[in-house]
Structure formats: structure tokens, C-alpha cells
């Protein structure tokens, strides 16, 4: 999902910005590595233009891991384990830290026996997803990573917040060519994304939202207040809730109404994620598998566009192109989210 294009304040270098935002969670408490992996998670969405999971989100973490019970130095535990599954328990640490342990371990159980599966309970948000999931691809394998969310959606024919748009990932490696990276909720929108369009005073297209009485709404502020539109009608909500029940049924963690809402916010360690790893290998010549993506790729890319498009993009051949110039140019950040990593430099000084 592409943003509109509006004014931004600064570019600022990757690396600056990592630094900066890993300099702000060790304030929080958290170890170098565990500072290091979580601001590198919400620069790596940055980089690749997925804003609504950026740096906009350091003061949300700043305040979970200082004042609403996250706790910083949590540790992920595996609990139980059965071959090529295993249970972890991420005793309340941030789900970036739970994920990037689970992945490793998935990977390692899938060199083992083809595939790894991690369930996890006790964590918390863990950003953007495609960020787990292509720590396989860096292993030659296809990573698959879903979460459950706040109740933002109702039930197909319903008005009540009762299902999180429940996200998927799914990062397939290539040759040559960008790997194919797919990483979306099941609604028209995340709630991410809406802050985006409200913090930027934008207009929301339409479908993406339902205000509190239940009508469209292109106005991002009455959006937060209201309902998230699913995609595909009841489709979305039935891929929603088997995507929820993968993150939290079987690692026991929440779900739905279970781990708050948008109101009041959510409670501290009750998220769950679901987490895999496929060893190409084991299925196929990963040679020959990465040359089919290969052209794939470039078959997408070469197909007639139609009317109103310029050209047709893999999934996550958008933001491979974005990365490679916000690298080269600086990452564009609004004043308001500079501000925000300013108000929580100026808290943390004082502690």
C-alpha cells in the first residue's frame, strides 16, 4: 500500500535514525541487543515506506515499556516443544523480540525436519510483520508470521468490535529479482495506516472505514473512533478469525475482546503469534524454485497494465524500490513523528 504524496519536513539517514531510536529503548531498559532488534524493526518498515509501523510508533512503545507494564528485559521461553513445533512463552517482552526468537527457531527446526512452527503466547505488538518473516528468506527459506490484534472489526452483518484484522505475512525467496514479500491484515485498512492519514490531516479512501454508527466515513479521526471495513466482506472476517485462532488458540494466548481495546488500550502480555518456517529444500531444488519466482516476478512486471495504472508490482516490489532510495536519499518523516521521538528523549532524560 503506497501513501499518498504530501509534504514531509525532514530525510533522515537510515542510520541515523536506528541509533536514535535504539539510544531511546536502552533508555527504557531494554538490553543492547534486544534495543538494537526493536528499533531496527521500526526503521526496516520505515526504509520501506510502511510508515503506519515505523518510528511513528516509538512513543506507543516508549509508554508500554515504561509506564503500561511491558516489560523490557522480558526473556521468550520455550514451554513446550514436539519435534518440528514448539510453544514459547514470551513472558512479556515486546513481540518483536518474541518473533525474531521464534523465527530463529523455526529456521533451525526446519534445517532439521523441513518445517518449523512456533507458537507464541505472553507477548505483546510486534510491528510489521514482513520483518520476522524475511529473517527466513535470509536462511533460503519461505517465512510465514500472523498475529492476532485489537477487536477493530465486527462480525459480517454485525456492529460490534469483536475481531482484530489479524495481519499475515508470507516472505518467498528469489534469484535475482526482489523476493515476493505479502504482508497485510484482513481489513481495507490497518488502524496504523488511518493514524497515518489523521496525523497528515488526509482524507481517507473510501471503503476502508465505518464511523461509530455504522456509516462509511472518508474522515480518518471518525474512522478511529468507529469500525475498519474487512476486505472482501464476510471473506475477510472468516480469514480474520482463522488467522487469529492460528496466533492465539494454539499457543493459549488471547483473543479478540480477551486483550483490551482501542479504547483503553491493551493488556500487557496477552498477545500471540504464530510463526513458520518452510525448508525449500526439502520440497524442491531451491535453485529451480528461486528461478521460477525469478520469473514470475518479471512476468508480473511485464504484464499490460490497465487503465490508470503505470506498471504491475509483485507483492513487496513496491517498497524493494522504495528501500533502495530511502537508503540512497533518507527516510521522510513528518514533523509530528520527529517530535514524538523528541518528547520521548526529553521523558526518558529525566528518569
Not at 526446519?110 to 527466513?136: D, E, K, T, W
Not at 528468506?137 to 485489537?150: E, Q, S
Request: aromatic letters at 6%; hydrophobic letters at 40%; a negative charge.
Amino acid at each position: 500500500m503506497s501513501y499518498p504524496t504530501v509534504a514531509t519536513d525532514s530525510f533522515v539517514p537510515a542510520s541515523e535514525l536506528l541509533e536514535r531510536v535504539e539510544s531511546l529503548f536502552a533508555g527504557c531498559g531494554m538490553s543492547t541487543r534486544d534495543a538494537h532488534l526493536l528499533a531496527d524493526s521500526l526503521v526496516a518498515a520505515d526504509v520501506r515506506g510502511v510508515h503506519s509501523h515505523g518510528v511513528i510508533r516509538v512513543p506507543d512503545y516508549v509508554r508500554k515499556l515504561v509506564h503500561e507494564g511491558v516489560d523490557p528485559k522480558g526473556t521468550p521461553e520455550l514451554v513446550r516443544e514436539f519435534g518440528a513445533t514448539a510453544t514459547m512463552d514470551a513472558h512479556n517482552a515486546m513481540g518483536q523480540i518474541a518473533c525474531a526468537a521464534a523465527m530463529q527457531d523455526a529456521i533451525a527446526r526446519s534445517s532439521r525436519y523441513g518445517v518449523g512452527v512456533v507458537s507464541i503466547r505472553g507477548s505483546n505488538h510486534c510491528g510489521a510483520l514482513f520483518y520476522p518473516a524475511m529473517h527466513a528468506i535470509r536462511a533460503g527459506m519461505i517465512g510465514i508470521v500472523a498475529t492476532n490484534a485489537l477487536p477493530t472489526m465486527a462480525p459480517w452483518g454485525g456492529s460490534d468490535k469483536i475481531l482484530g484484522i489479524n495481519p499475515i505475512a508470507v516472505a518467498i525467496p528469489s534469484g535475482g529479482e526482489p523476493p515476493i514479500v505479502f504482508d497485510a491484515a484482513f481489513s481495507m485498512s490497518s488502524h496504523g495506516k488511518i493514524r497515518v492519514y489523521a496525523q497528515k490531516g488526509l482524507e481517507l479512501p473510501a471503503g476502508w472505514a465505518f464511523d461509530q454508527s455504522g456509516q462509511p466515513t472518508t474522515n480518518a479521526e471518525l474512522a478511529l473512533e468507529g469500525l475498519l471495513q474487512p476486505i472482501g466482506a464476510f471473506k475477510g472476517i472468516g480469514l480474520a478469525m482463522l488467522s487469529g485462532i492460528l496466533s492465539s488458540f494454539l499457543s493459549g494466548a488471547a483473543f479478540g475482546t480477551e486483550l483490551g481495546d482501542m479504547v483503553n488500550g491493551p493488556k500487557p502480555g496477552l498477545d500471540g503469534q504464530f510463526v513458520m518456517a518452510l525448508n525449500i529444500a526439502a520440497f524442491e531444488e531451491p535453485d529451480r524454485f528461486r528461478a521460477r519466482v525469478d520469473r514470475l516476478v518479471r512476468q508480473i512486471r511485464e504484464s499490460r497494465p490497465a487503465a490508470g495504472f503505470d506498471r504491475c508490482y509483485s507483492p513487496g516490489e513496491l517498497e524493494y524500490e522504495t528501500e533502495s532510495r530511502y537508503r540512497a536519499d533518507g527516510i521522510p518523516l513528518s514533523a509530528e513523528t520527529l517530535r514524538g521521538l523528541s518528547e520521548c528523549e526529553r521523558a526518558l532524560a529525566t528518569r
